[in-house]
């Protein structure tokens, strides 16, 4: 039986990453998608969410597990002794060099780690997390990008925190704006 993982932040899942997990789903018996913690980045949505939300679009899949972890992808791997390979979806060149240097470093912590390549579909090949919050920061549509079962949860918080934060980038502009005409 092949097991992969799908390893990601996922802060959200996007119409992309679906489309990965559908692909690689079908290449393998069973499909781990793991939700990873990067101390680098701050998220919009909590890991129980996003595991939440990875759920409830890959439902229909039956050999799709979600699973959670906070530390490296090698560890993980070696953890799970039922995995044999790491699944990496695509979009572009600028993609390849970091995943490239991540399947390397992956390996040399833990040489039983392999690591396929799946190129994004010609029609997420533009959609990422961060173009997302992007969309949803100025309000516009994000049902092309997101799964549609979850697609109002994460407009609903985009925006709200979205709105939050430029009310508040507009109030210390204006009162920074007034205290200098003074």
Not at 89 to 94: I, P, V, W, Y
């Given at each position: 039986m092949k097991t992969a993982i799908y390893p990601g932040s996922f802060d959200p899942v996007t119409n992309g990453h679906l489309d990965i997990i559908r692909r690689a789903s079908k290449m393998f018996d069973k499909l781990v998608v793991v939700v990873l913690i990067n101390p680098l980045k701050t998220y919009s949505f909590s890991m129980q969410e996003r595991c939440e939300f990875l759920k409830e679009t890959t439902k229909d899949i039956p050999n799709v597990e979600i699973a959670s972890f906070d530390g490296l992808l090698a560890d993980y791997f070696n953890q799970r002794s039922?995995?044999?390979?790491?699944?990496?979806?695509?979009?572009?060149?600028?993609?390849?060099?970091?995943?490239?240097?991540?399947?390397?470093?992956?390996?040399?912590?833990?040489?039983?780690?392999?690591?396929?390549?799946?190129?994004?579909?010609?029609?997420?090949?533009?959609?990422?997390?961060?173009?997302?919050?992007?969309?949803?920061?100025?309000?516009?549509?994000?049902?092309?990008?997101v799964?549609?079962?979850?697609?109002?949860?994460?407009?609903?918080?985009?925006?709200?925190?979205?709105?939050?934060?430029?009310?508040?980038?507009?109030?210390?502009?204006?009162?920074?704006?007034?205290?200098?005409?003074?």
């Open positions: 039922d995995v044999d390979v790491i699944v990496k979806g695509l979009r572009a060149t600028t993609d390849f060099e970091y995943e490239f240097q991540m399947a390397h470093t992956n390996k040399d912590l833990n040489p039983r780690a392999e690591t396929v390549f799946i190129p994004a579909s010609l029609k997420t090949t533009f959609v990422s997390s961060s173009m997302v919050k992007q969309v949803a920061m100025f309000n516009g549509d994000l049902s092309k990008y799964p549609a079962c979850i697609h109002e949860q994460i407009r609903t918080r985009l925006t709200r925190d979205f709105d939050a934060a430029r009310e508040l980038a507009r109030t210390k502009y204006h009162d920074k704006s007034n205290s200098e005409r003074k």
